[in-house]
């Protein structure tokens, strides 16, 4: 359930990431909503294309390459030069989070045993571990948001999936 824990830093930073980076390399606030519409159009677009490519290859390898993709780019997004670089970065970080998003749910019910409680705690599990993913970005910008650069706390969010990783 690391994976959905993952899924949430990336979703719950977009809200950090905007104010603090698009402030920092000047752009304006439609071009603040570019960086949140172009992670959700990858999301989504990788969520449509996640089974067939989980039934292709296999839902294992899908959500080990996605864990790449969302680790790399997410620390990769810390380095960012412009914006343009930004919105690349962040859409592949959408691409690999909707890629891991739906495969997850295949994986578990294929892992899982047929008995119905079984599957409902495997999900809620999952929905714990996003909103404590959540939880992790709002302690941490609390703790050292005015402390550190938003590039060095891109950084720390992404601890947990670099170690997993």
């Not at 159009?41 to 790449?68: C, D, H, N």
């Amino acid at each position: 359930m690391i994976i959905k824990f993952g899924d949430g830093i990336e979703i719950y930073l977009l809200g950090v990431l905007n104010q603090k980076a698009t402030c920092e390399l000047r752009v304006s606030r439609f071009f603040e909503g570019i960086v949140s519409a172009t992670f959700f159009f990858f999301f989504a677009l990788s969520t449509m294309t996640a089974v067939p490519l989980a039934q292709r290859f296999g839902e294992r390898k899908i959500l080990l390459i996605s864990l790449y993709i969302s680790v790399f780019f997410a620390v990769f997004c810390a380095a960012v030069p412009n914006y343009h670089t930004l919105i690349f970065s962040r859409a592949l970080v959408g691409l690999g989070v909707g890629l891991n998003s739906a495969t997850i749910g295949v994986f578990v019910s294929k892992a899982a045993s047929s008995q119905s409680v079984a599957d409902l705690s495997l999900f809620m599990k999952g929905s714990i571990a996003l909103t404590l993913g959540g939880g992790w970005v709002s302690l941490l910008g609390w703790l050292v948001m005015d402390a550190v650069q938003w590039q060095t706390f891109i950084v720390l969010t992404s601890l947990p999936l670099f170690v997993l990783a």
